[in-house]
């Protein structure tokens, strides 16, 4: 067995398969991309975009397949209930969880890291001193605003959604400690990997009631040193 993770550090697409990898205590080398040269990461999957997980011959990029892959590949401990109504209920609510939070978050996230002198090329591990290191930041924002699509009318709109969304998972959860029957799953995973930027958002979404509920959660679905990494944003 020889497993490869291409990856950049702060993505929670990334957290959320290091978790899964970690869960399944599976031993792994790990290839950090800039973000702005994705050269290798196309030549290995044909696509510009992390994680992609090199597994021997089999070469599987995004996330949610690469847990997929890694539940057929290596079973042991199960991340998928084995009923299969518990087993498509757990694929719905993973599949919420990417659609509902992953863009959400990491646009508020974002969008305080631009409010902050240097805090994307901190986030992204460039480089924060020397003649380039503010010609860097201006194009990390430039690059950033234009991709995520980030302004003040967004980032109002996004506050608001996040509360939403978060109230929403609170609920679902319902006071249980897992979303889906005693023990913890790839839904699981993947909806507190996805909240984790909201460690980086704004005091008044980071003090919202039921987005502290979800970040106090968030810690047992998730593997310890990227709690560290994400609090420290």
Request: with cysteine; net charge positive.
């Amino acid at each position: 067995m020889s497993l490869t993770l291409y990856q950049i550090p702060i993505s929670h697409n990334c957290a959320k398969v290091r978790t899964a990898l970690a869960r399944k205590e599976l031993a792994y080398e790990v290839v950090d991309v800039p973000p702005g040269d994705r050269a290798r990461v196309r030549e290995i999957s044909g696509r510009g975009l992390v994680p992609v997980l090199v597994d021997g011959e089999n070469v599987v990029s995004d996330s949610t397949r690469i847990l997929l892959h890694l539940e057929e590949r290596y079973p042991e401990p199960p991340l998928l209930p084995r009923e299969p109504a518990a087993r498509a209920e757990c694929l719905l609510l993973e599949d919420w969880a990417d659609r509902a939070l992953m863009d959400l978050t990491r646009r508020l996230a974002y969008w305080q890291l631009l409010c902050r002198p240097g805090g994307l090329v901190r986030a992204w591990g460039m480089p924060e001193r020397g003649l380039g290191s503010a010609v860097r930041s201006r194009v990390a924002a430039m690059v950033v605003r234009r991709r995520f699509g980030l302004s003040e009318r967004q980032n109002r709109f996004d506050e608001a959604e996040a509360r939403q969304v978060a109230a929403l998972a609170i609920e679902r959860l319902g006071g249980r400690p897992w979303l889906i029957g005693n023990a913890l799953t790839l839904a699981d995973i993947t909806l507190a990997t996805m909240a984790a930027p909201l460690w980086a958002a704004a005091p008044a979404v980071r003090h919202d009631a039921n987005v502290a509920r979800l970040l106090r959660w968030a810690p047992s679905a998730m593997d310890a040193r990227d709690v560290a990494l994400y609090r420290r944003g």
